[in-house]
């Protein structure tokens, strides 16, 4: 508790400058790498940041510096070549673009690790702590590195909040981009460059192998909870932004413990998370669905057979008794119980002991399924060539799905028939025809 | 108009295939005569690759079944055979004609032992077919669209099936190609198989095919080319999707709706 | 004076021991990956092969946890299981959980290496893995640890280990030539034959889990990737047939990792680095060939 409260008051003016340095470089990369998301690039940040490596050390061979600003240039030129060596090797050579990118990856990262350790070997000064580069080391950085950190990620945020427009259109539709006359290859050039700055800030933090996450997971994970690009990016700063604060948070409180590692587990919990329950695409909201689909099937099917049961003597507002129904349709004994109780509750019949009744909207709502089964296989057999016998399957499940609107418009397209396919009379409501 | 035949080559019941929920194929139910040349006609993305994929077992069905030469395909597997579209392999793969020819002789059971010298002769004698014998070791990245598309055919050829099915086996193929090819194709129905070919040229639908399938997501017609080509069926099936029945799989893919009620 | 000679002798032929075992363990794991990644390459799977290099970490470790020897079989099964892991989360992000493909190996494979590096930190004490030996590997250190049988000095343990496996893939290859072939081109076609192509994807997929934990105390988690998709690579742009590419891709290999040794020594650097290095100047070499190649040939078809 103690170290939760030194921690979140940020009295400790170290924890304060790491932190915000942390969160922004986070933010910067997660807002990148919606884009990357979106053009299906992600995998090319995870090259970037390999080669990003080689970079650091040439630039510290010259310099004789750890500091952010003294390698920055080197990284971010081997990063931006890497992009290059990729777009030409899946260009030009009959190289598909998953190989381009692991060979690009692999080998420009063991061109650093032979610089590395040669430096290493060198006996330098200064050189040690440059491999922690390799995993990311937070806790090291100083007052100036933060600064760079903060103002690059602010550079990245005014960027992209002041093209966003074409950017937006350079992600969903790129021809049509161009057919609108935007520069097409400066603005992925501004992306790309963007990228790789963000990539060559970021490795400070967590280091080359994990930074891909902090570019891929953030916009993977926004892409669960909406469809608008927007909100997306304001979601992705926040997964990554939060995972950056916990990060750290982790690695404060346990000092053994390293920060890159538990920022990206953070962020990959959260990334399961929504995709378990995010409301877009997530697995749970879609089983709701099912189970909602499965329910609405249910009990229309109850209502049909409680309107088909009417049918044969022309009674509808009649009690049917249990066996009356389950000869008429097979239900078994929990289905039925289940879907009464649904239905009564809507008002839609009453139940007692001895059977069903329907109430005058649930006999609406019986016919109403009933004509559109009828309606369905009518148009299957008109406009699907299909002979009557194979249309009743179909109609049992598409009598379902059908909405008002589409209702009206198979009616009107058909002419407002009277028979089905079978000969069976297509029932109207009172309301049905007026409405036209 | 559809017409179903007697001792089908091919049978397809209640066949609705769809993709991440969406149908692409929408309840086809027809049967093809065996021993005719038979054509497949539709515009881009009406469901021409998927409807010959889902007879050969390759994606899965959301309803309904299929029935080769009145058996599951499973029973039948080695006399049909399947011409894939030239776009879906890597044509820079290291291999040379002969190698992708020989593939045709490839059965399950005798993965693990080498192709026998009958093979290599079955596997030459389908390259003589299509012309191709001068380019038995070239690699096939060197080959032009009309000669990877001659490679294909005479992989097929090299199974010695009894039902072929190939998709636009024609693309990129120039014209003296295309008669050769045809005539290969007559000469296989002269023997008594059954070709089922995806066609894009109506131009030339007339000689080429005995029996033909428009299809658009559903179908719109199947029969003797004679009875079903004309200007009514073609309207239907390039005046674009029924606005009615790509809206209800528009919503069948929103809802998760199931297509069949179990 | 005689007596200093001979134990500089001796100290010498030791030296040259040593360079002996690290260049035919380094010839080993690239004879190993060439191997398994021609058909990453064809499959168009690199970047899932890797993933799974990346993956093995978790797995690792949690078998040197368990076992509490650095035995490979523990490592073997740690290190399989987590391979196969990792394609299951991979396929099921991406078809139940409707996740792009990029991104599902993307977040797959960070995720679960970020899990390897914090179990090394949370048991720095009981695991002998340190974080360099996880991103460069220990192949100078390779012949310090011998297989003794009987009493007789048998040569380094991973030389064995690697023989082993390569024997496996060998074998493999010999017997599953046809299948893995045909279902590598044309996956539909093989599909249409009845020919199972999920057994082949997953026979692939744990070769390259063997591939990547026994390369690992050698080159690490991450040059193994080189040695996978390197020499592979450059043997496709260069060959005509299968058996072509992959017998070049062996002899690539090999060559990268001889070339890559002086080179390291002579950089007074990593050694794997200086092997995966190679593995990138063979790939640039071959592509300039390939281009002078097509230049000319243009050229002469324009004379003509
Ligand atoms: N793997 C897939 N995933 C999702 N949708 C697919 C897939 N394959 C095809 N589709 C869609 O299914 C529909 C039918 O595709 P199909 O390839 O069968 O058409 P086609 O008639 O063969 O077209 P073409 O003439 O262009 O070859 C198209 O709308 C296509 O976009
Ligand atoms: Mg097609």
Redesign the pocket.
């Given at each position: 508790m103690q170290t939760f409260l030194d921690f979140f008051s940020f009295t400790d003016p170290n924890v304060r400058w790491v932190v915000l340095g942390i969160m922004a470089m986070c933010a910067g990369a997660a807002l990148v790498g919606v884009f990357a998301f979106l053009q299906k690039k992600s995998l090319v940040g995870d090259a970037i940041s390999h080669a990003i490596l080689p970079g650091i050390c040439l630039s510290f061979l010259i310099t004789e510096s750890k500091a952010t600003w003294a390698l920055l240039p080197g990284a971010f030129l081997t990063g931006w070549f890497s992009l290059i060596a990729i777009d030409y090797l899946t260009r030009h050579t009959k190289l598909k673009s998953d190989s381009a990118i692991a060979l690009v990856l692999s080998v420009f990262y063991g061109v650093g690790i032979l610089l590395l350790t040669m430096i290493q070997n060198m006996e330098l000064a200064q050189q040690s702590g440059l491999d922690k580069f390799l995993f990311g080391k937070a806790a090291a950085m100083v007052y100036e590195d933060v600064l760079v950190l903060i103002g690059l990620s602010i550079l990245i945020a005014v960027v992209i909040f002041s093209l966003y427009r074409p950017f937006r259109l350079l992600s969903f539709n790129p021809e049509y981009a161009q057919s609108l006359g935007y520069p097409i290859r400066f603005l992925e050039g501004l992306l790309s460059g963007l990228t790789v700055l963000s990539v060559a800030i970021g490795v400070q933090a967590v280091g080359v192998v994990l930074m891909a996450a902090l570019l891929i997971t953030p916009a993977a994970t926004a892409r669960y909870w909406t469809n608008s690009l927007s909100v997306m990016l304001i979601l992705a700063t926040f997964f990554g932004a939060f995972s950056g604060l916990m990060g750290t948070y982790i690695s404060y409180t346990y000092p053994h413990m390293p920060t890159g590692p538990w920022v990206v587990t953070v962020l990959s919990v959260i990334a399961i998370l929504s995709v378990l329950l995010g409301r877009k695409k997530g697995v749970l909201a879609s089983q709701r669905q099912l189970r909602r689909n499965g329910r609405k099937m249910l009990e229309e099917n109850l209502l049909k057979c409680l309107y088909h049961l009417g049918e044969m003597d022309n009674e509808w507002q009649k009690k049917r008794t249990w066996a009356e129904i389950t000869q008429k349709r097979l239900f078994t004994k929990k289905q039925l119980q289940r879907a009464w109780k649904a239905l009564s509750r809507k008002k839609l019949l009453l139940a007692d002991r001895e059977g069903l009744l329907l109430s005058k909207e649930g006999e609406k709502m019986g016919r109403r399924i009933t004509k559109i089964h009828r309606l369905w296989e009518l148009y299957l057999t008109k406009h699907l060539h299909l002979a009557s016998d194979h249309v009743h399957e179909d109609a049992e499940a598409i009598e379902h799905v059908i909405t008002p609107e589409l209702e009206k418009e198979l009616e009107h397209q058909l002419g407002y028939p009277v028979l089905d396919p079978h000969e069976e009379p297509i029932p109207y409501n009172e309301d049905d025809k007026k409405d036209t | 108009m559809i017409q179903q035949v007697a001792n089908p080559a091919i049978e397809l019941h209640s066949l609705t295939v769809a993709?991440?929920q969406?149908p692409?194929?929408w309840n086809l139910d027809y049967t093809l005569p065996a021993g005719k040349l038979i054509g497949i006609v539709?515009?881009?993305?009406?469901?021409?690759?998927?409807?010959i994929?889902s007879i050969m077992g390759l994606v899965p069905l959301s309803s309904g079944y299929v029935k080769i030469f009145d058996e599951s395909l499973d029973k039948v597997r080695s006399r049909v055979s399947y011409v894939p579209?030239r776009g879906s392999v890597d044509w820079d793969f290291p291999v040379n004609v002969l190698d992708v020819v020989l593939m045709g002789r490839a059965k399950p059971r005798r993965l693990f032992s080498r192709y026998s010298s009958q093979d290599k002769e079955i596997a030459m004698d389908s390259l003589k077919k299509v012309n191709m014998e001068a380019f038995v070791k070239r690699q096939i990245s060197e080959l032009s669209g009309g000669q990877q598309q001659r490679v294909f055919l005479a992989r097929a050829l090299a199974q010695q099936a009894d039902l072929y099915l190939m998709?636009?086996p024609f693309a990129g193929v120039d014209a003296s190609t295309e008669s050769t090819i045809m005539d290969l194709l007559k000469s296989m129905r002269a023997e008594g198989k059954t070709i089922v070919v995806?066609h894009?040229d109506l131009q030339t639908v007339n000689h080429y095919f005995d029996w033909l399938v428009l299809?658009n997501t559903r179908l719109i017609a199947s029969g003797p080319t004679k009875e079903v080509f004309n200007s009514e069926a073609l309207t239907q099936t390039y005046g674009g999707k029924l606005n009615i029945l790509s809206r209800v799989g528009d919503l069948v893919k929103e809802k998760a709706h199931p297509l069949r009620e179990k | 004076m005689i007596h200093h000679s001979k134990e500089h002798d001796r100290k010498k032929r030791k030296k040259r021991m040593d360079t002996f075992w690290i260049i035919l363990t380094g010839s080993l794991v690239a004879t190993c990956s060439a191997l398994v990644g021609c058909f990453l390459v064809l499959r168009k799977m690199a970047m899932v092969g890797d993933a799974i290099s990346h993956a093995v970490l978790p797995g690792i470790v949690l078998a040197y946890l368990v076992a509490q020897t650095r035995d490979s079989l523990p490592m073997l099964i740690g290190a399989a299981i987590f391979g196969v892991l990792i394609t299951i989360l991979i396929e099921t992000l991406h078809q139940q959980g409707k996740m792009q493909i990029d991104a599902a190996i993307g977040l797959s494979f960070t995720w679960l290496f970020a899990l390897g590096v914090i179990l090394i930190s949370v048991y720095a004490g009981r695991v002998d893995l340190d974080q360099d030996c996880v991103l460069y590997g220990e192949i100078a250190y390779i012949p310090i640890d011998i297989w003794f049988w009987n009493g007789q000095d048998m040569g380094p343990k991973a030389v064995w280990q690697l023989g082993g496996l390569l024997g496996v893939i060998v074998l493999l290859l010999v017997l599953g030539y046809k299948g893995l072939k045909i279902t590598t081109f044309d996956e539909k076609f093989a599909a249409s034959l009845g020919i199972s192509t999920i057994f082949w994807h997953y026979a692939l997929m744990s070769l390259v889990s063997f591939t990547t934990v026994l390369s690992f105390e050698s080159v690490g988690a991450i040059l193994v990737v080189a040695f996978l998709v390197g020499p592979a690579s450059t043997a496709y742009l260069l060959s005509k047939r299968l058996s072509e590419m992959l017998f070049l891709a062996v002899l690539l290999g090999i060559l990268a990792a001889l070339s890559g040794y002086f080179l390291a020594t002579w950089l007074n650097a990593s050694i794997a680095g200086g092997m995966a290095a190679a593995v990138g100047l063979e790939f640039v070499l071959a592509l300039i060939w390939v281009s002078i190649k097509k230049k000319s040939l243009e050229i002469a078809f324009e004379e003509i």
């Open positions: - | 993709y991440q969406k692409v194929l539709g515009p881009n993305g009406s469901g021409k690759t998927t409807m994929k579209q998709d636009e995806v894009h299809l | -």
